[in-house]
């Protein structure tokens, strides 16, 4: 765990002489033969404190690059372990780290990466407890989450905290990169007061990132953070850069510090953190609440029934890519195009409804049952439960 | 006199799964009653019960947030982009 710091700002601090090693000279050669950077603005690396929230699909692209840009302190907070479905974009981590602890394995990547720097690990889920206290350490802290609560979390912190907070999210092919905490710009307040509502969240089905994509983002955070310490250039403070990896292209918005912000505003009502996931109404997000309302089969006694030979028709209610990944054979009728294509099943069959963990497809059954179809069951946890509880070769995606 | 109309992707699948919509308008509100009218899907994401625009989604009109001009008054030009932008957190399954 670090030491405790001296200083506050991001200014070289002038109270001891800091200077480079023969070792490190040679080493940051490329910025120091730079007039932007040089030996005044590689010292201020050295100085420099900066807290990364999440090792994931962001954080991996902005710690390499932290690291190696000889970034003095490094914090690292996640309470993640490697899982397979992270190496398309988690460029941090090997084949052989899965299953380790995310910062243990990033750690000793940016330590073999720059041995000359400090690597702090948080191993632990950002809380309201936790955060003001991991947080004042450092000067810079970069939002590369991947929820909402977390994300107003470190918002608030760092407002609170007086702490600039290099922000990017993504979505599939699309990216958002800005700084926000700055006294005199806007916060993640002023651009979204609220999150949007876990049901109009895009479910499992319209999910996904384009591996590089974070890479893309989390490079411009980094490119942010160094900018920041050194000094240099034009920062995106006040400005929404959005980037679309699909049309390859990138746009700029204005952002605007919103005066009557309940967070950053003239007369704050929010003065200290609050309870994130009730804000965000993800409460009791690991255990939704059952659907008592639509009628059930489990796995195992789908597969019974289906080898007894009983006359079930298996609906498929995925879309056409997710079929392709894996399927049970059964008819596909994605659940945007239910209603109309509810002509296609026959009513007097018994219906099984599945998708991929069981909540589109008890939309699906509500709906049919309302269309009058009697004999509809849902699939209990989808194809997740079957590949767990039937046929273990069916891919979990 | 039509304005570009930007979907965001996670917003694609109920437009169509159209990048852009090209709408006849004079004002922001009109583009976005053009688009609704065209595709009532996109209705409930962009306006909560009351009629009242969403907090998690923003509308600019080339690159200013009409929360800061006339709000759905803001007139809006041939050939102006009118974008929409919604929050995004990341990769996180729900």
Redesign the interface.
């Known amino acids: 765990m670090a030491t405790k710091s001296e200083a506050t700002a991001f200014a070289a601090n002038d109270t001891a002489p800091v200077t480079l090693t023969k070792k490190e000279i040679e080493r940051y050669s490329r910025h120091l033969i730079m007039p932007e950077v040089g030996m005044e603005g590689q010292l201020k690396l050295k100085q420099a404190k900066v807290l990364c929230i999440g090792t ?3 954080g991996a692209p902005l710690g390499l690059y932290l690291a190696a840009a000889g970034v003095g302190r490094i914090g690292l907070v996640d309470f993640d372990k490697v899982d397979d479905s992270n190496l398309q974009r988690q460029i941090l981590f090997s084949t052989k780290d899965v299953g380790r602890p995310k910062i243990e394995a990033a750690a000793d990547r940016l330590h073999g990466l720059n041995p000359e720097i400090q690597i702090d690990t948080f191993d632990t889920h950002l809380s309201s407890e936790n955060a003001l206290q991991i947080l004042k350490d450092y000067d810079i802290v970069v939002d590369g ?4 609560p977390t ?1 107003y979390l470190v918002n608030d912190a760092c407002v609170l905290l007086k702490k600039p907070n290099v922000y990017g ?6 990216g ?1 990169i800005t700084i926000f905490g700055f006294p005199e710009g806007p916060c993640y307040r002023c ?6 509502p ?1 049901g ?5 089905a ?4 384009l591996g590089v994509l ?1 890479g893309i983002v989390g490079a411009i955070q980094a490119a942010e953070t160094l900018k920041l310490i050194i000094g240099k250039g034009d920062s995106l403070i006040g400005r ?1 850069l ?1 980037f ?1 990896a ?2 390859m292209r990138f ?6 510090k ?1 005066p009557d912000c309940p967070m950053c505003g003239a007369h704050p009502t929010i003065t200290k953190l609050i309870d994130y996931a009730e804000f965000c109404g993800v409460r009791g997000e690991e255990a939704p609440a059952p659907r008592t309302s639509v009628p059930e089969i489990t796995p195992r006694d789908l597969k019974a029934r289906l080898d007894r030979g009983d006359d079930l028709y298996v609906l498929d209610v995925r879309e056409p890519h997710e079929y392709q990944i894996c399927n049970l054979g059964g008819h596909l009728i994605p659940l ?1 195009d239910l209603s109309k294509r509810a002509s296609e099943l026959d009513s007097s069959r018994e219906i099984v409804a599945h998708c991929r963990s069981g909540k589109r497809s008890a939309e699906a059954v509500e709906f049919l049952q309302r269309a009058g179809f009697r004999k509809v069951l849902n699939l209990k946890g989808g194809i997740l439960a079957w590949s767990d509880e039937v046929d273990p070769s069916v891919p979990k995606y | 006199m039509a304005v570009k109309v930007m979907i965001p992707t996670p917003l694609r699948a109920y437009a169509g799964k159209n990048e852009s919509v090209d709408i006849p308008a004079t004002t922001v509100g009109e583009a976005l009653k053009g688009l609704t009218e065209k595709y009532a899907d996109l209705k409930k994401h962009l306006y909560s019960d009351d009629g009242r625009l969403r907090s998690f989604v923003n509308v600019y009109v080339n690159d200013e947030d009409i929360r800061y001009a006339q709000k759905d008054q803001t007139p809006v030009r041939d050939g102006d982009t009118v974008s929409i932008v919604p929050s995004i957190a990341g990769g996180r399954r729900n």
């Open positions: 994931g699909g962001l989450t991947d929820n909402f994300r999210s993504i979505f599939r092919f699309e958002q651009l979204y007061p609220e999150p949007p876990p109009l969240v895009p479910s499992c319209e999910g996904g990132v974070p929404l959005l679309d699909l049309a746009r700029e918005l204005k952002l605007r919103n945007g």
